[in-house]
Structures are given as C-alpha cells and as structure tokens.
C-alpha cells in the first residue's frame, strides 16, 4: 500500500509564497505521475498541475506563472511552488499520484492541506 502525506500549507498574506510538499511512502512502488488539486468552499475539485516521472508537466491555465510543480524521485516527493499567492488560491489542497505498485496502476491521494491566503 502507498501513503501520500501532504505538508506545508499554512496562512499566507496575499503576494506570499508557499512551498507544499507530498511524499509517498510503502514498498515496493514506482511513480508514473503526481498532481496537485485543490478544493476551495462550495466549488468542485480542480487541477493544479500535474509532473511525470518522465518531467512532463501540465497547468491549469490561470495558475500558469505562478505555481510550479516539481518531483525529486529518489525522495519519492512532490512540490508546488506557489508564488504571488491571492485570496482565489485559498483552498484544500491535494495531493493526487497515479502509481505502479507491484504489476497494477493505482490512484492514491493525500489528506489534503489547507491553504489560507488573507490578510
């Protein structure tokens, strides 16, 4: 089994900067891609960003510039980069991988970690 465990979502002024991590952790898996969602009150789950393995990347449209999606393999974790952060950016945010774990893919997400952007 495979666990995502998100960190670093906190209160933020608007124009800060936050850095979220997610690191997977079992045995015996392999990373084909992560992503970022996020859920804001009262609306559905979007996209962030999503990153393969491979270092292909994807954003949603309005967050492009702002928001950067990285993985460090070896540590088996990925990052969001969130930068000139705005009131709109508050939400939950999730961690989401898509995972080889033995001979099968599997969907996995995280608990999720709020993000507050106030002043």
């Known amino acids: 089994q495979v666990q995502l465990v998100e960190s670093g979502g906190g209160l933020v002024q608007p124009g800060g900067s936050l850095r979220l991590s997610c690191a997977a952790s079992?045995?015996?898996?392999?990373?084909?891609?992560m992503a970022w969602y996020r859920q804001a009150p009262g609306k559905q789950r979007e996209l962030v960003a999503t990153?393969?393995?491979?270092?292909?990347?994807d954003y949603a449209v309005s967050l492009k510039g702002r928001f950067t999606i990285s993985i460090e393999i070896a540590k088996n974790t990925v990052y969001l980069q969130m930068n000139s952060l705005l009131p709109e950016d508050t939400a939950v945010y999730y961690c989401y991988g898509f995972i080889r774990v033995g001979f099968g893919m599997n969907d996995y997400w995280g608990q999720g970690t709020q993000v507050t952007v106030s002043s």
């Open positions: 079992g045995s015996g898996f392999s990373i084909d891609t």
């Open positions: 990153m393969s393995s491979g270092g292909s990347t």
